[in-house]
């Protein structure tokens, strides 16, 4: 699989994000409380043919407005839906964003918000999978399968998904896209299960997943915040989002082909700990799962997405995780007055464990560095009912009940929403790409975001120098070194290789003649081992140019010319 550019890719979302039309025809929706009045609008522009009447048309729906499904949405192939809601507003209370929420449905165990055969986006939405009686059911937005016109796109900011009692977005369509952008999935639990309630998962043994962006999003009180079944998404990029809270996997899928996971936080996850029973038959080394990550070799003869085991990518920097204390708590008490035998002991996961840590040191395009494991972040008022939580613990592990451990639901939308997951942790405020905080910036760190993202494009390309670092061989130097660049000169990019002797913080950077630094090409921990990296200079005007390593105590500094 050849290198895809984290900042080509973030180009070609963007083109497809912009929420108005060249045309901008905007329809309102009339917030008139009357069950299926959003059906009807959005469905009565549907031609016979199944064609737009209108294809420039934008859905508004107004601020403090509540509409009531009396069924699926349905759109056909072909068709682009646009929904754009009025926004909260910055301060105040009511009214908030405009609400989705399914009508009285009785005797449906599986049911559609949206059923999606052609693409949507979606801006400024509350969407609520319950219904008005409070109900929840199965209940997804699903983008369905269609043959004749593949590779949908699914388009969502600043959308919140609550109270999900199994998948907030679904997608059984081979080349499918998501892009999830400063939204919030909250309460997306079942009260008999661990494992319910996602943010995004495939249910489809054929569906082939393209790509799923997630930025400056927040998972707060889920079973899984991401999760696939069968074939993972060939493209994942998780970056700057707070997760809390999470009963299962942050990230479940041994064998993720191409995953980016940069400035995020991790707290609570896999909160229900493991069993040694549990992982027979589960894991294939018989390990903990893990709270952040369980990456395996990919088994032999299995084609996933076209991409050899050398050729994936995993990259894990910038992220913080921890583990409130009361979790242990429980395991302890569980095992002494529950526990007859240590295969039915209760233990807490790891942040990875055994097999995904040695993985980064010999995998040769999988990388960590800069992260922090036991970093309480200090949560201002964290999503977090723990008495819930542990009855609910208490429920699945000891009694066989069932308790429903979200936080605060709410099916009114009431604004603004009760938890605010800023944090106070000195480190982790400053522990981002670029001096930013870690996790969702959008909406607990606002003015911080303004900054970041002003400055995004560049963040991007840092990431795709990290993945452009390749290690050519395990074997260990017996010296630092740094190898003079080729070709050189070069006309616009060269490629530099270099020798690690021992474990550690390794900066590669470039200067001109002035000895400004002009680029970072690597800074970071890596394991020893000889790398390449390639240096494009097409930005820069002709002349003489100078890199420098250092890392282990030495500082080796070569010259190379740009001539154009």
């Known amino acids: 699989m050849g290198k895809v550019s984290t900042s080509l890719l973030l180009a070609m979302i963007l083109a497809v994000t912009g929420l108005r039309a060249q045309v901008s025809d905007t329809v309102t929706v009339p917030n008139d409380f009357v069950v299926g009045t959003i059906n009807n609008v959005i469905q009565g522009d549907t031609l016979a043919n199944g064609s737009r009447a209108n294809p420039n048309a934008v859905y508004k729906l107004l601020r403090g407005g509540f509409y009531i499904l009396n069924g699926n949405i349905t759109t056909k192939p072909g068709t682009h839906i646009r929904i754009e809601g009025e926004p909260a507003p910055a301060t105040g209370t009511d009214p908030g964003m405009p609400v989705i929420i399914e009508g009285a449905v009785t005797g449906v165990y599986y049911n559609f918000t949206i059923d999606c055969y ?66 919030i999935f909250r309460n997306s639990v079942d009260p008999g299960q661990w494992w319910a309630g996602r943010m995004f998962a495939t249910v489809n043994n054929t569906a082939k997943v393209d790509t799923i962006w997630s930025e400056n999003c927040t998972y707060a009180n889920q079973g899984f915040s991401f999760q696939t079944d069968y074939i993972p998404p060939k493209y994942v990029y998780y970056n700057h989002n707070t997760f809390l809270n999470i009963a299962k996997f942050a990230f479940k899928f041994y064998w993720m082909t191409h995953l980016i996971c940069t400035n995020n936080v991790f707290v609570n996850c896999h909160f229900t700990g493991e069993r040694y029973v549990d992982r027979i038959g589960q894991d294939p080394d018989l390990l903990l799962w893990g709270t952040v990550l369980d990456i395996d070799t990919l088994p032999a003869g299995t084609n996933y997405n076209g991409v050899a085991e050398a050729d994936r990518v995993v990259l894990f920097y910038n992220n913080s995780n921890y583990t409130q204390p009361e979790f242990q708590t429980f395991y302890d008490k569980y095992n002494k007055d529950t526990v007859s035998s240590v295969r039915g002991r209760l233990l807490p996961e790891p942040m990875m464990n055994d097999r995904t840590l040695d993985m980064f040191t010999w995998h040769p395009k999988m990388k960590m560095a800069n992260n922090y494991d036991g970093q309480d972040p200090g949560f201002v ?9 542990m009855a609910f613990m208490q429920d699945r592990y000891a009694s066989g009940g069932t308790a429903f451990w979200g936080y605060h639901p709410d099916l009114t939308g009431t ?3 009760q938890e605010n997951l800023a944090y106070t942790n000195t480190t982790l405020l400053s522990a981002g790409m670029g001096g930013y905080p870690l996790g969702d910036l959008y909406h607990w760190f606002p003015s911080q975001y303004a900054f970041w993202n002003q400055q995004k494009a560049a963040e991007f390309q840092a990431i795709d120098r990290l993945t452009s670092v390749e290690r050519i061989s395990n074997t260990v130097p017996s010296a630092y070194a740094l190898e003079q660049n080729y070709p050189n000169p070069f006309n616009p990019s060269t490629e530099i290789e270099y020798s690690v002797a021992r474990s550690g913080l390794v900066n590669l950077r470039v200067y001109n003649m002035l000895g400004q630094e002009i680029s970072t090409l690597f800074s970071g921990i890596q394991q020893p081992g000889n790398y390449r990296i390639k240096f494009d200079g097409g930005h820069l005007t002709s002349g003489v140019y100078f890199y420098r390593l250092e890392a282990g105590g030495t500082s080796v500094a070569r010259k190379m010319v740009l001539t154009k």
């Not at 949507?120 to 939405?125: A, C, D, G, P």
């Not at 059911?137 to 593949?150: A, V």
């Not at 008022?381 to 939580?389: K, Y």
């Open 415 to 417: 604004w603004p929403l």
């Open 381 to 389: 008022t964290p999503a977090t009912n723990m008495d819930s939580i």
């Open 118 to 183: 052609g693409d949507l986006t979606m801006k400024n939405v509350w969407m609520i999978y319950a219904t008005q009686l409070g109900t929840q059911n199965w209940t997804t937005l699903q983008f369905e399968q269609d043959n004749t016109k593949p590779k949908q796109r699914g388009v969502f900011d600043n959308c919140i998904f609550d109270y999900v009692n199994a998948i907030a977005v679904m997608a059984n369509d081979t080349g499918f896209t998501g892009i999830f952008t400063n939204c």
